[in-house]
């Protein structure tokens, strides 16, 4: 089991930026990658990025691209992912995922819990 602990999300104005961090515990071992998704209110969950954790690979989605930036301390079993420019369409629930490195949900066995992240206009 990898247990995942995300922190950092807040209400922010447009344009502004945050940190996410995700804190993995456990079965660390076992882990390939860890990702970002997220879900808006109404709307499925989506791919935002992901992170190789043994080696060199991000992904991102085509609506983070330029503005998000995921990166990884493998000492601390931490990914973070730094949000810029955000906009009112980024307001969702930003869950961390341990699994392999894919876009895809199914593709990741390990989820946290979510951090809401609130972006307004």
């Known amino acids: 089991q990898v247990q995942l602990v995300e922190s950092g999300g807040g209400l922010v104005q447009a344009g502004d930026s945050l940190r996410l961090s995700c804190a993995a515990s456990?079965?660390?071992?076992?882990?390939?990658?860890l990702g970002w998704f997220r879900q808006a209110p109404g709307k499925e969950r989506e791919f935002v990025t992901t992170i190789n954790w043994n080696g060199p690979g991000t992904l991102y989605a085509d609506s983070v691209k330029g503005r998000f930036t995921i990166s990884r301390d493998n000492t601390k079993n931490t990914v973070y992912l730094q949000m810029n420019s955000l906009k009112p369409e980024d307001t969702a629930v930003y869950y961390c995922a341990a699994g392999r490195f894919r876009t895809g949900g199914d593709e990741y066995d390990y989820w946290g819990q979510g951090t809401q992240v609130t972006v307004s206009s």
């Open positions: 456990g079965r660390t071992y076992n882990m390939y990658a």
